[in-house]
T-cell receptor, first 115, second 111 residues
Framework: EAQVTQNPRYLITVTGKKLTVTCSQNMNHEYMSWYRQDPGLGLRQIYYSMNVEVTDKGDVPEGYKVSRKEKRNFPLILESPSPNQTSLYFC??????????????FGSGTRLTVV | AQSVAQPEDQVNVAEGNPLTVKCTYS??????LFWYVQYPNRGLQFLLKYITGDNLVKGSYGFEAEFNKSQTSFHLKKPSALVSDSALYFCAVRDPSDMRFGAGTRLTVKP
């Protein structure tokens, strides 16, 4: 089944403790992206990747890191999480980052709480 | 920059009635517009898209959307709402590096 898999689904952590949220897609998509979803704000892009070893900042990159060493994986790293990073996170992928008529396939989300 | 706006936070309709979820866009060049739906505890799911061609676009689950260039709108519609259509709906526009989403509209269909 074609899908984007995120882990974990739920995570409660403490301020300052490094964490990684994994994202993997099995569709050979070139483009991958991370979003955070907050009430009333919709989805805001954190980082995106047009292809392997190519990443760039989105609208809200502060406090996050990403890497794209392989086509299928795009982990999101919070080096020192803070309570304002409590949110619902989504990974998405798409065929052809520069081709505008492709929609995104989303993962099921990771609900992160930082206390 | 490309953007979309969803003017309604909440839409309530009775089951069996037609529904409309509104979206307006602001783009430079040709718009690539999308609708997604989010059910509780799930990721967003693609419903339909407008790239070019007919102004009425048909999508999944009986939904359709009407592209109106003069009004810069891309409203989502369904002729007869179901209780199971209750969800959060997002309008989005594609740009070179991102899919830019509206804030979302919560649709509630009451029996």
């Amino acid at each position: 089944e074609a899908q984007v898999t995120q882990n974990p689904r739920y995570l409660i952590t403490v301020t300052g403790k490094k964490l990684t949220v994994t994202c993997s897609q099995n569709m050979n998509h070139e483009y991958m992206s991370w979003y955070r979803q907050d009430p009333g704000l919709g989805l805001r892009q954190i980082y995106y990747s047009m292809n392997v070893e190519v990443t760039d900042k989105g609208d809200v990159p502060e406090g996050y890191k990403v890497s794209r060493k392989e086509k299928r994986n795009f982990p999101l790293i919070l080096e020192s999480p803070s309570p304002n990073q409590t949110s619902l996170y989504f990974c998405a992928s798409s065929l052809g980052g520069t081709v505008f008529n492709y929609g995104y396939t989303f993962g099921s989300g990771t609900r992160l709480t930082v206390v | 920059a490309q953007s979309v706006a969803q003017p309604e936070d909440q839409v309530n309709v009775a089951e069996g009635n037609p529904l409309t979820v509104k979206c307006t866009y602001s783009v430079s060049g040709n718009p690539y517009l999308f609708w997604y739906v989010q059910y509780p505890n799930r990721g967003l799911q693609f419903l339909l898209k407008y790239i070019t061609g007919d102004n009425l676009v048909k999508g999944s689950y009986g939904f359709e959307a009407e592209f109106n260039k003069s009004q810069t709108s891309f409203h989502l519609k369904k002729p007869s709402a179901l209780v199971s259509d209750s969800a959060l709906y997002f309008c989005a526009v594609r740009d070179p590096s991102d899919m830019r989403f509206g804030a979302g509209t919560r649709l509630t269909v009451k029996p």
